[in-house]
């Protein structure tokens, strides 16, 4: 049901770097809307990663990276970390009602 | 400092109507921009976006739920009430009020969630 598309699952060794792919359209992405990016760890609700395609908030470390170019986003994880193991959602505006990305999960390996 | 809390019933029978209330404080309802949204997620399942209310009464809904769902705000009250009509074993998830910003449309603060079954 989900119009932004992410891959299922993408993991990677302590200290490599991984990348979370976002895929819209031209409704959405591709339309200006910006894209933001939350982390969720087990049990706890989303928390604001990036905003405004590459803003990190204050107290996010800077190995969490957002792009966005035509009709897709990516965040990119460097140095990754265990603490890092979480789900990820990418999420914009499709005519200017709220979507959200279909997950990626992260595993540290 | 932001703060969002949902409460409401956790458990509710089919074909009843689900009442959920977003108290909040830190920020006012009636600053131009600021809107509070309403987003659930199924256990294990991805998060879905469903209603969004603004300062000026503006309201969202997501397409696919538009007909079940009422959004309204009490900014006195600091309050944001989402009713959701004809509940279903499949509307049995987590669901999360936040505060949407005005510049970016970004959500920066979650309640904490409330989960809600649907079971006879």
């Known amino acids: 049901q989900s119009v932004l598309t992410q891959p299922p699952s993408v993991s990677g060794a302590p200290g490599q770097r991984v990348t979370i792919s976002c895929t819209g359209s031209?409704?959405?992405?591709?339309?200006?809307?910006?894209v933001h990016w939350y982390q969720q760890l087990p049990g706890t609700a989303p928390k604001l990663l990036i905003y405004?395609?590459?803003n990190r908030p204050s107290g996010v470390p800077d190995r969490f990276s957002g792009s966005k170019s035509g009709t897709s986003a990516s965040l990119a994880i460097t140095g990754l970390q265990a603490e890092d193991e979480a789900d990820y959602y990418c999420?914009?505006?499709?005519?200017?009602?709220?979507?959200f990305g279909t997950g990626t999960k992260v595993t540290v390996l | 400092q932001i703060t969002l809390k949902e409460s409401g019933p956790t458990l509710v029978k089919p074909t009843q109507t689900l009442t959920l209330t977003c108290t909040f404080s830190g920020f006012s309802l009636t600053t131009t921009g600021v809107g509070v949204g309403w987003i659930r997620q199924p256990p294990g399942k991805a998060l879905e976006w469903l209603a969004l209310?603004?300062?000026?009464?503006?309201?969202r809904y997501s397409p696919s739920l538009k007909s079940r769902l009422t959004i309204t705000k009490d900014a006195p009250k600091n309050q944001v009430v989402l009713k959701m009509t004809n509940m279903d074993p499949v509307d049995t998830a987590t669901y999360y009020c936040?505060?949407?910003?005005?510049?970016?449309?970004?959500?920066?603060?979650w309640g904490q969630g409330t989960l809600v079954t649907v079971s006879s």
């Open positions: 936040a505060h949407r910003r005005a510049v970016y449309g970004d959500w920066d603060y």
């Open positions: 031209s409704s959405n992405i591709g339309a200006g809307y910006s």
């Open positions: 999420q914009s505006y499709d005519n200017s009602l709220g979507v």
């Open positions: 209310i603004y300062w000026d009464d503006d309201k």
């Open positions: 405004g395609n590459t």
